[in-house]
């Protein structure tokens, strides 16, 4: 909650301050705000997240940060998920123009539902459900123990197999489905022997229908190894579109869904994925 | 976008269908829609998600599936976070109830920064930023490279040490600072030989403002250790009690800020962590 002068006037003169205020982590009023600013592309914004105002004496304190911020050069703009009637009332107080994303929906949802809605501080991003918290974590150590086939113990166990040449991109997809989603992926990085027939690596043979394959770009995979082993063969341009070529033929004889990783981000890919291999998580 | 009969007439006759429309992964309609539904606890839902609309024709499908879902026993709910007008347009074509945040929020946002905004399909979770996407994955590797102080070498490249006795809940809120934010993260694993003096372990000692301690119950740490080492010393009340005392007093004694994992989710105390240690990431 600190927020002195010297930050807030920092930058252009024309930096629009943001405000997220939430009850809980504040990931939802962010994710919510920032979907909207993404369509000002030419504005400069210096975001400020406020989370866990639980109490009418915290939302006082914000409110007078948000008007101190009212004194500034630009106007500011306060995005909000409070659910709880009194904190909202309070944060209403300010001068400050305040998108309260809850006021908005909440009658409308209720209203649609026929069902009137608790109002209380809620917290989506809490431990909430405690065993699909608990699958959640449980799929986090999976990812680290499968991470780049360290492990082939329990390869059955995987919901998801990821196969790809390395560096394509396997990791942080495992983990952002791990950790969002819960889902327990193994990573299999093919490497050169993989490719001497156009069989499946044996491992995974009877896994089949459980893989997805990620392929990238020869220039983009080249500039990734260099990073790691510069001027190595393994990061040469000829290397990485032999491997890349490789993979790509046997994710198409063996039909493997597949993406390519070199436009896409994880989050993307995560949504290909679950929708193509776990419509159920989906 | 499957969608058949049987799924959808699954479960309770009261189970209410709900659908998260999208011209992008869909990640902020569902945000936005369960931080909504969360306060209907008494409620059932049957979620959907329907990424990546793009096109008018795709549009056109997506009216033909909440029509029919229109026509079972249970009146459906849709989020949308699509922003294309043309899309929208097809969208709001359909029977069913459709909350649109894009639509009640764009022009008051629009009218607060005095500017217009583009209306595009912008990927707020897309690559995006690329360097900031890159920060990303770099730090997801960097935390998979240190996880459980397995390699000490470029500590001083951390953002952030999380300090605890071994099974505390280190390594997923690691990966969710990372994945999210793009913090470096270290964890340093507390052992029984740290707790021998009052001093911090030598590899952090001189990094103590980077510092983090976690802690929980000792029930808690007890019944996670016996999942893996069941009936062994590691796992006994009394040592889980004796590490938490010893890993507590040192945090004490050295300043460091600590949070207790055992009521709270990864993104709770990720957001505690980089309010406390890097208000400049929160």
Known sequence: ???????????????????FLSDSTGISAETMGNALLIQFPDLRFERRLIPFITTVEEARKVVATLDA??????TPIAFSTTAVTEIRDVLHESRCPLIDFFELHMSRVEEILGHPGQRVAARLHGLGDVK???ARMAAVEYAIEHDDGQSLRALDKADVILLAPSRCGKTPTTMYLALQHGVFVANYPLVEEDFDTNDLPRPVRHLRSRCFGITTTPARLSQVRNERRPNSR?????????????????????????????????????TVILQSRLPQFA
């Open 69 to 74: 911020a009212m004194d500034g050069p630009v």
């Open 132 to 134: 699909r918290y608990n």
């Open 1 to 19: 909650m600190g927020f002195s002068t010297s930050e807030r006037t920092a930058g252009s003169p024309s930096t629009v301050p943001v405000f």
């Open 234 to 270: 393994y990061a040469s341009l000829e290397q990485c579109t032999y491997e890349l070529r490789r993979a790509e033929a046997l994710y198409r004889i063996h039909k493997i869904p597949s993406i390519n990783s070199s436009a896409k981000s994880v989050e993307e890919m995560s």
